[in-house]
């Protein structure tokens, strides 16, 4: 049996990594169109500032970029240095989408972004602007080839296993690329991207602002991330990621866990706007409501019912013991293949394989099974809802907090009168951080909420890791630590010098803070 | 068009081989530029002039590496896991090498400080230096065997240690790598510098070109007499769902050679690894640049074909439990995942190289210190 202390690291390190990773995601999804919109109105209007905005913020845009690059690179190899039972089990389906992403999108988007810094001289203005979209265009297309493999994992459809081969293997490409869940996923990512890029711009340009430099350059800065920025906040609520959670059951119980939901309501149910979950006895210490909120935007409608916990776990308990089944008849088929009455009793129940292989992490063999360990097995299949309840809440919040934000930002740049509003250009100094925490929040929920498989219901976490020693792993995660610790360092490093030097860093003549020739 | 089952099988042999040497080629010539750049580079600006040769480049040459690695998810997927997961500190410090590349090539530069500037150099050479070696010993592993195996559930075990990795065969293969990945860099720098940089890296090219012809040759002299390869002793059905354990295999000295004797047109292969390497030391002797640089990528073909002609169909063979080994035949993913990605390969390759292409094309010319100079604040 693989150690707890082997499962936990695996799952230590690709957290870090993948969170770390995401720190430099979602500007760049957000900046990369921020980017189009500049350089659009300097190829209409002719007006070099506009240029400029563009190279000014494309060179921040840059020095978040090859961190996002760096940290990618672990991405697309750790499944198979770290989760290579996962990688055997779904790579017929997971490993697709990645390769995919590869080739259609982040082929086109690291080409081009050569010639996005390299070829202002080279290329004819339209040219340029043709290279920024495409740009642009291919890193969301890589954000929606990511999230169809994520999606996935949260809602495994167009698949089945097989005997033969002892893993998933796809059976319907189309259901798999047009998964519900990867599709809501997919605009709720990049919106909140799109918020990040324009909190980012909105931030700095407000600092420039408040200290009265760099004034023209500022204030066109200013206008276009909060118009931008508001459809972004806007598109990321209303297309919030909730609509995907009335589908499939990874979704069903997320839903119940991040919101605290024990008990089955009847519909529409109320929403727990404050909780004190406990998880022992499976109920609320104390809860605030607010009646049929939850109903409507669970389900956007009054009568479909959403399970509660308890519900779950009963209905999960049952299918451990088909699971149970399930793995015990698979072994006698893998023994003798030929064997018709075995393999017809095996898909009768093979849907619940995965939930079978949830005892895997207690027994060697299903002949050791005990009712105590189906409870236990049963209740594995119910995340811890304390950290989902209050991520989910964290993150909310700090997306109303961006719209309100974004709001009195638009208002104030149709005005025009955001130099004489210094508290809101304090807020939105102020409000830096807050899509960041906000996008780590979401993926924590997102990720942790489907504990404790990697592929909802098909495959548990704890079989999914190498075969390595705990040794291998605490080398390998300090390494990570070690080197990301001083990149980011290194990048915030240059990140705060290039935002304070200002468009000045361009060495055009035209800003403060003029580079010095060395 | 629906290819069967093992026309597929062997479709895909020949498009993660594509992909790899592919990655050789674009990705090859970025890294061997990182390898020469403290070397041929002497001053600041000499050294800009050398990154700035890869500078628009290096980020979209990358993902050859990295769509390498994701095909080989979709369509080897128990090769992805097992070789990766084996292969644990090997592939790490490619990762922490790699590291080094994105902020090397876009951080050096934004500071005035030698000392910041010399650091990103030497990691731009630990990038560029570090993967193909390692990439070489790994397939010098793969050439000898490697110790894993599998239990009932498919799940596999790695029984080697990091430090195994290391034995004096693999190391050749290693210079071999390095060797290749090195002259074709400066192959690529002498096409894009002038003057002292360029002259530096002609004899660079001289000197790595040499030593691939001659580890290449002592590689291939050590496989034909050495203990060198593995059979498969059972029937195969090239049809069959992919199940590794459901043949025998057997170690067979000289085995590695059995293809060319059944198959003689296929020593074409290592003929275009020599035929390559020396038609481009003396297109680079002649300063015939460009077609210096056509020349050092067919040695790559013919060097990377080698490895995958002499152990086709094994594409990763087991030493201690030889019926573990990995073939083209059963460690692939289903039909319809081959299918699809085949033709999602088809489309996208040629799109790829069409606008790798034309932005070669708009950056083309040589790369001076005068441009440096013009462009202080933009360039790398």
């Known amino acids: ?124 203005r339209q040219q340029h602007l043709l290279v920024t979209v495409l740009m642009a265009v291919a890193s969301n297309l890589s954000a929606l080839w990511i999230l169809i493999a994520n999606g996935w994992m949260q809602n495994p459809i167009g698949s089945e296993f097989s005997y033969e ?33 324009a909190i980012f711009v909105l931030a700095i340009s407000s600092w420039y602002l408040l200290r009265g430099r760099d004034v023209e350059f500022a204030k066109r800065s200013f206008r276009i991330a909060a118009a931008f920025g508001f459809a972004s906040a806007c598109s990321v609520i209303v297309l919030g990621d909730e609509s995907g959670y009335a589908v499939g059951e990874a979704q069903q119980t997320k839903l119940a866990a991040m919101e605290a939901m024990w008990e089955t309501e009847p519909a529409p149910a109320s929403f727990n706007l404050v909780a004190v979950p406990n998880e022992a006895e499976m109920k609320n210490d104390y809860a605030i409501h607010i009646p049929w909120v939850m109903g409507l935007i669970g389900t956007r409608s009054v009568d479909e019912q959403i399970p509660g916990l308890n519900d ?48 895997r992490k207690y027994v060697t063999s299903m002949d050791e099974v005990t009712p105590e360990l189906i409870d236990k097995a049963a209740r594995d299949t119910i995340p811890r809802v304390t950290p989902l309840f209050w991520g989910f809440r964290i993150m909310v919040a700090l997306g109303f907090a961006m719209l309100l934000l974004f709001g009195m930002a638009l208002y104030a740049s149709v005005k025009g009168d955001f130099m004489q509003r210094r508290w809101l250009l304090r807020a939105a100094l102020l409000m830096l951080p807050a899509p960041w925490i906000a996008c780590e929040m979401g993926w924590f929920v997102a990720e942790y909420g489907r504990q404790p498989w990697t592929i909802y219901g098909v495959l548990p976490t704890h079989m999914s890791v190498s075969t390595l020693t705990v040794e291998s792993l605490y080398g390998s995660l300090t390494g990570f630590v070690v080197f990301y610790t001083i990149l980011l360092c290194v990048e915030m490093y240059l990140m705060v010098k290039f935002s304070r030097q200002g468009p000045g860093s361009l060495g055009t003549g035209r800003y403060m803070n003029e580079a010095h020739h060395a | 068009m629906i290819f069967d089952y093992p026309t597929l099988k062997v479709i895909w042999w020949l498009l993660i081989g594509v992909l790899l040497v592919g990655f050789a080629i674009m990705d090859g010539h970025d890294m061997g530029v990182g390898t020469l750049l403290p070397f041929v580079g002497k001053t600041d600006e000499e050294r800009r002039v050398v990154i700035n040769t890869v500078g628009p480049h290096w980020d979209g040459n990358q993902v050859w590496f990295i769509t390498a690695g994701g095909a080989i998810f979709a369509a080897w997927p128990m090769v992805y896991a097992t070789a990766f997961s084996g292969f644990y500190w090997a592939m790490l410090a490619v990762l922490y090498a790699l590291f080094l590349r994105p902020v090397g090539f876009d951080y050096r530069s ?133 199940n590794p354990l459901l043949k025998t295999v057997a170690a067979q000295p000289g085995a590695w050679l059995a293809n060319y004797a059944a198959m003689p047109a296929t020593k074409l292969v290592p ?62 993913s289903s039909q319809g995942t081959l299918t699809i990605m085949f033709w999602v390969a088809l489309i996208f390759v040629p799109i790829i190289i069409a606008y790798t292409s034309w932005c070669y094309k708009v950056m083309a010319g040589k790369v001076t210190t005068a441009y440096i100079r013009e462009n202080e604040h933009s360039a790398y």
Request: charge should be neutral.
């Open chain 2, 110 to 242: 934004k500071i005035h400080n030698a000392t910041w500037r010399s650091t990103w150099d030497w990691g731009l050479f630990i990038g560029g230096s570090v993967p193909p070696l390692i990439f070489g010993v790994a397939f010098g592993n793969l050439l000898q065997g490697v110790p894993f195996h599998f239990d009932e559930n498919m799940m596999s075990y790695y029984t080697g240690s990091f430090w195994g990795l290391l034995n004096p065969f693999a190391l050749l293969v290693g210079v071999v790598s390095s060797a290749m990945i090195t002259f074709h860099g400066a192959v690529y720098l002498s096409h894009r510098t002038e003057g002292d940089i360029q002259r530096r890296s002609i004899r660079a090219a001289l000197i790595f070109g040499s030593l691939l012809i001659v580890a290449f040759s002592a590689a291939g002299v050590w496989i034909a007499n050495g203990n060198f390869g593995y059979a498969i002793t059972s029937a195969i059905d090239p049809a069959a769902q992919p």
């Open chain 1, 1 to 124: 049996m693989l150690s707890e202390q082997l499962v936990d690291l695996s799952r230590l390190q690709f957290a870090a990594t993948a969170m770390y990773h995401f720190l430099f995601v979602p500007l760049t999804l957000g900046m990369v169109w921020i980017l189009v919109i500049m350089e659009s109105a300097w190829v209409m209007t002719g007006k070099v500032i506009y240029k400029d905005m563009t190279r000014f913020w494309g060179k921040l845009f840059g020095i978040n970029f090859a961190l996002g690059v760096t940290t990618g690179i672990t991405m697309e190899f750790q499944f198979g240095t770290n989760w290579a039972y996962y990688s055997h089990y779904v790579g017929d389906i997971f490993g697709a989408p990645l390769a995919i992403e590869g080739l259609m999108a982040f082929f086109l988007e690291s080409t081009l972004i050569g010639l996005f810094f390299f070829g202002w001289d080279r290329l004819s």
């Open chain 1, 165 to 197: 081969t002892m893993r998933m293997e796809m059976t319907d490409f189309a259901t798999v690329l047009l998964n519900p869940v990867a599709q809501s996923k997919f605009v709720h990512t990049v919106s909140a991207g799109y918020c990040t890029g």
């Open chain 2, 271 to 332: 003929a275009l690894a020599y035929v390559g390497a020396l038609l481009a030391l003396a297109l680079v002797a002649m300063r015939r640049t460009l077609l210096a640089f056509v020349a050092s990528s067919l040695a790559i073909v013919g060097v990377i074909g080698t490895a995958g002609v002499s152990m086709f169909p094994f594409v990763m063979p087991s030493s201690s439990v030889p019926g573990s080994s990995l073939t083209v035949w059963d460690s692939v």
């Open chain 1, 312 to 359: 779950i776990l009963k209905r999960n308990r049952e299918r451990v013991v088909t699971g149970i089944e399930a793995v015990k008849l698979l072994e006698t088929l893998r023994k003798n293949p030929q064997d018709e009455v075995t393999r017809a009793a095996f898909d009768a129940v093979k849907g619940d394989l995965g939930f079978g292989l949830l005892l």
